[in-house]
């Protein structure tokens, strides 16, 4: 591939750069340039440009990630279509998920413009979550690189995503005299909690004296009747020969590892009572925030093997006391509901394949569009709502006369969505957790639709990425995370939030919410369709 400045009778074919504008024509970083394309650059003065010239045997950025992507060996991962030279990979299923690091490597020491980055080895994955993607950093790669890439991904699995499998599990809380009944129940509430991630239950507890030979006797009973049984000892590990790993012996089993270097997590004990695995449960296992036991619980659910050598290799990483940004598992019924999601209402486009007419006052039932959109959106769970003007800016007020919904003006909606984007992220709330964008010309979402796409942020801690979908296809609205908002703030021209997702590698949650995920009204023909009455 070349790179550079070339005249603009000699661009047909190649690839744009930058993003360029041509009289009233913007054309996006990427675009490949057609004869029309160099007849309208050249009347509008331009005589240069650059951009990227493919050479023979290279192959465009979306290509070559799609080639790599497809020759990738995977279990229950879906891999997603290629955008801005990316492919992204997402668990099909929540479990815990695996990666080959050398294969990893290999692939990215092939050269700089093929890169591969994935989520930690044994990370907790919820399905839906993106767990690996695929990125071309030029605008095309020599596919002799690509080759070797396939090549080295066809031998072995690369990574995946290992389902978890619900489990039945007994629980053994030890007793001391120091022991209030609250902490103990306490701990059963939040061991159902940590289980239900999984599918898993807590099927049965059991409360007994500080000694071994009441905890082997409750152990060997569980063990019978679970696929797991989790003791809690009222008095923490102190010898390898302590209650609970004698306990474990004493009930005819085997005692894999005592001590972990996971802090904290320190204490927990792995054994087997014949097929049936046996956690003795470190004390900051009564505590929601993740420890080590979540390492080895989530694995041996979802049907990986933990050995002796396992539990000993988890010191690099297993440093988590001060990890504040850690994804951790929670109390739920201590944390309130996220609810500061604020919603960016879209109204300053030119609608210009419309010929004229502002589609955002067509009528709908009597009701202009943007009318009908904001009360829509004003009726969701969002916090608040801000519209965002620009074209007949004037003409949009009067539409919204009566509403409770502040404007911010866009002076530079001529350049195209990024810069709505950014004026309406920019004045919503220091609380606002993320932002809902919704667009002014999509007549068939409802308020309900809003709701659902909230409620999943909401589930999702404000983490996450939250795009409605219709027939698997991704749509609007969509809800951008805060992480997300500096990232707005440097878009240009007509990038709008899609970009975003594609581009920034965070979590994607797709919620269905329907048909109207994919209504527009762009066109007469749409509009019209849709049940719209275009005004002059």
């Not at 074919?13 to 160099?38: E, F, M, N």
């Not at 003065?45 to 979306?62: H, M, Q, R, S």
């Not at 449960?281 to 049907?303: T, Y």
């Amino acid at each position: 591939m070349k790179f550079g400045s070339i005249s603009v009778e000699q661009a047909e074919g190649a690839v744009l750069a930058h993003s360029t504008s041509a009289g009233d024509r913007r054309y996006r970083k990427a675009h490949v340039l057609g004869a029309a394309d160099i007849a309208i650059l050249a009347a509008a003065g331009l005589t240069e440009i650059v951009v990227a010239v493919l050479e023979p045997g290279d192959l465009g950025e979306d290509a070559a990630a799609e080639t790599i992507a497809a020759s990738m060996r995977h279990r229950h991962v879906e891999v997603k279509p290629a955008a801005t030279g990316r492919v992204n990979l997402h668990a099909r299923e929540a479990g815990v998920f695996t990666v080959d690091a050398g294969l990893v490597d290999a692939i990215n020491a092939i050269d700089p413009s093929i890169t591969v980055a994935t989520l930690a080895r044994h990370a907790t994955v919820e399905k839906g979550q993106m767990v690996a993607t695929v990125k071309i950093i030029p605008f095309a790669v020599a596919g002799y690189l690509v080759r070797q890439a396939t090549a080295l991904c066809e031998r072995s699995e690369i990574f995946a995503v290992n389902p978890f499998v619900p489990k039945r599990v007994g629980v053994i809380q030890t007793v001391l005299p120091s022991v209030k009944a609250s902490v103990l129940d306490k701990t059963a509430r939040l061991t159902e909690q940590r289980l239900a991630r999984s599918g898993s239950r807590l099927t049965a507890e059991r409360r007994t004296p500080h000694e071994a030979s009441a905890v082997a006797e409750a152990a060997r009973a569980l063990a019978r009747e679970h696929d797991m049984v989790v003791i809690f000892g009222a008095s923490a590990l102190s010898d390898f020969d302590d209650v609970i790993p004698a306990a474990i012996r004493a009930a005819g089993g085997t005692v894999v590892r005592s001590g972990m270097p996971v802090d904290p997590g320190n204490l927990l004990v792995l054994g087997h009572i014949g097929a049936t695995a046996v956690i003795g449960a470190p004390g900051c296992a009564r505590s929601p925030k993740e420890n080590g036991f979540d390492w080895v619980l989530d694995r041996l659910i979802s049907g990986l093997e933990v050995t002796a050598a396992d539990i000993g290799g988890m010191g690099v990483g297993g440093l988590l006391m001060e990890i504040q940004t850690r994804p951790q598992p929670r109390d739920l019924s201590a944390i309130p509901p996220v609810r500061r999601v604020h919603a960016v209402l879209l109204a300053a486009g030119r609608s210009n394949r419309m010929g004229g007419p502002n589609k955002l006052l067509a009528l709908f039932q009597g009701k202009p569009l943007v009318r009908r959109t904001a009360e829509r959106v004003l009726a969701s769970k969002a916090e608040s709502t801000v519209v965002v003007t620009g074209h007949q800016a004037a003409r949009i007020r009067e539409a919204l006369t009566g509403l409770d919904i502040p404007v911010a003006h866009n002076a530079d909606f001529v350049s195209g969505l990024a810069s709505s984007l950014k004026a309406g992220v920019a004045v919503l709330p220091e609380d606002a957790a993320g932002a809902l964008i919704v667009l002014g010309d999509m007549p068939e979402v409802l308020p309900a639709d809003l709701d659902r796409l909230i409620e999943a942020f909401e589930r999702a801690e404000g983490r996450a990425v939250v795009r409605a979908t219709h027939d698997g296809k991704r749509g609007n609205p969509v809800i951008l995370p805060r992480s997300l908002f500096p990232a707005v703030a440097h878009l240009e021209g007509d990038t709008g939030a899609r970009h975003l997702v594609e581009a920034e590698g965070v979590d994607v949650i797709d919620v269905e919410i329907g048909a109207g995920a994919a209504v527009d009204v762009d066109t007469p023909e749409a509009l019209e369709g849709a049940g719209g009455v275009l005004q002059d």
